[in-house]
């Protein structure tokens, strides 16, 4: 783990602190260190060194915030501070977040634990955090101006709650909340079950839904945006950046995701049928959990669906709203599609020297053209699989089933080596006739030109052809 230590205290101060057996606000007066993590790649999981045993999740790019104990305590340290974080290759975003990372780290605990969480503010402006979905008192709720006064800058707070459940939380700011979160800051709060074999599972996966607008070549998001966002990411993070969900053959795995977008997202995974075992509310009883392909998460909303690895291969996980699944694109270009672009170019690039036609067969041949693109944006669809370009960008990722692997390896495996005789296939034998449909009989305009055909002289020729009225 690429961890660098701030150093609020050094190792012996850290013994000294938890040799202490005082209770309450007393053994506050030692910070404990707040790590922070310079990278966006996936970090293992933090496997507990005491208390009881659970499966630790992995957060897709992202990673879990060390604690110490302290007594009965268990204690953290989040540090509100601008961030820079890597979008994917050749994108960077000038960010809010926690301990270097938008989004913030994962915090882990036990149902039933004491939880001390520090919270420094190193932003320019007032925070708090608001513990999202967690039963706690009043005033550990973290709604600046009505639970408590608001975090200033250089400042340091302090939450204490007994978590009351196990289940999947979230953690963001409640203070400029629009500003705060449309600039990175949130995390996730996973609490685990006290009994290890409940809910047992072999991999637990966590992210949060989170979208930006960044102009080409800008690097700070547009705040005031409400709807046009053109980063659709899990994590801070867009495909091809996104990391894959590593698996091994026969494992029972979990997928929790939260949406703090300002729309919903229906996420679809391709080749399995999942359950849906979890809301931010709490486990769905085994009895009522639903099976589903798809399953849409409204804003502010968490899901947690569930499945057993059987079937080996990439499997497509996103986000089902096409526009999803694409980068920074302008909303604003026209439809092209069935115009024959060879009859305007000529005209267009007169005015406009350099103008190249495309769209007229639809948009897919962006996904392999290289283009000269401004400094830190990226291209709309991207990201090469082992037959060529996937055209996808945005809340996309795949689900890589292997066999054989170790229990903790989340290493991409690189592409799935599919059984001959099991993939998709050219028709190579006797050619098939050309379907009648390919003319228009009364015109004999050529297919690819039929659409761009002004519709309101078309009952004039037919009339003149006689006989087909009815078309
Ligand atoms: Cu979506």
């Given at each position: 783990m690429t961890v660098s230590r701030r150093g609020f205290l050094g190792a012996g101060g850290l013994a000294l602190a938890g040799a202490s057996m005082i209770s309450g606000r007393t053994q506050a007066a030692s910070l404990p260190e707040a790590p922070t993590m310079t990278e966006a790649t996936m970090q293992p999981p933090l496997y507990p060194k005491s208390g009881p045993d659970y499966q630790p999740v992995v957060t897709l790019n992202g990673w879990t915030l060390p604690w110490r104990q302290n007594g009965d305590w268990k204690e953290f340290h989040l540090v509100a501070e601008p961030v820079v974080r890597e979008l994917a290759p050749g994108m960077k975003a000038h960010l809010w977040g926690y301990n270097g990372q938008s989004p913030g780290p994962t915090i882990e605990a036990v149902e039933g634990d004491k939880v001390r969480i520090f919270v420094t503010n190193k932003l320019p402006e007032n925070t708090a955090v608001h513990w999202h979905g967690q039963l706690l008192p009043n005033g550990m709720d973290?709604?600046?101006?009505?639970t408590q006064p608001h975090i200033p800058p250089g400042k340091t707070f302090v939450y204490e709650f007994v978590l009351q459940k196990s289940g999947t939380f979230m953690y963001h700011p409640h203070s400029d909340e629009m500003v705060q979160m449309a600039m990175g800051m949130m995390g996730f709060f996973v609490v685990h079950p006290r009994d290890p074999a409940e809910r047992r599972v072999d991999r637990d996966f966590v992210f949060l839904l989170n979208a930006f607008d960044i102009e080409a070549g800008s690097y700070v998001p547009r705040v005031n945006e409400m709807t046009d966002f053109n980063l659709w990411c899990w994590n801070t993070r867009v495909f091809p950046g996104i990391d894959p969900l590593v698996v091994r053959q026969g494992d029972k795995v979990r997928v929790r995701f939260g949406n703090l977008t300002m729309t919903n997202h229906p996420i679809h995974m391709h080749g399995y049928d999942f359950k849906v075992t979890g809301t931010d509310g709490g486990w769905v009883p085994e009895g009522a959990a639903w099976p589903e392909v798809s399953i849409d998460v409204a804003v502010g909303q968490m899901r947690a669906f569930e499945f057993v690895a059987d079937a080996p291969g990439d499997w497509a996980i996103h986000c089902h709203k096409s526009h999803h699944t694409m980068n920074a694109m302008g909303h604003d270009v026209r439809t092209f599609i069935g115009v024959n672009m060879n009859k305007t170019a000529p005209a267009l690039k007169k005015i406009a020297p350099g103008y190249m036609p495309m769209g007229g067969a639809g948009m897919g041949e962006m996904g392999s053209m290289e283009m000269p693109l401004p400094d830190n944006t990226l291209p709309m669809m991207t990201g090469y699989g082992q037959f060529g370009p996937i055209e996808m960008g945005g809340m996309f990722s795949v689900v890589k089933v292997r066999p054989g692997l170790a229990h903790d390896d989340y290493k991409d495996p690189g592409w799935y080596k599919h059984p001959e005789g099991t993939v998709a296939y050219e028709w190579t034998g006797e050619k098939l006739a050309e379907?009648?449909?390919?003319?228009?009989p009364d015109s004999g305009v050529k297919a690819t030109e039929f659409r761009a055909v002004d519709p309101r002289k078309r009952p004039v020729r037919a009339a003149k052809a006689g006989g087909h009225g009815n078309h």
């Open positions: 973290g709604v600046g101006g009505l379907p009648a449909r390919g003319t228009s």
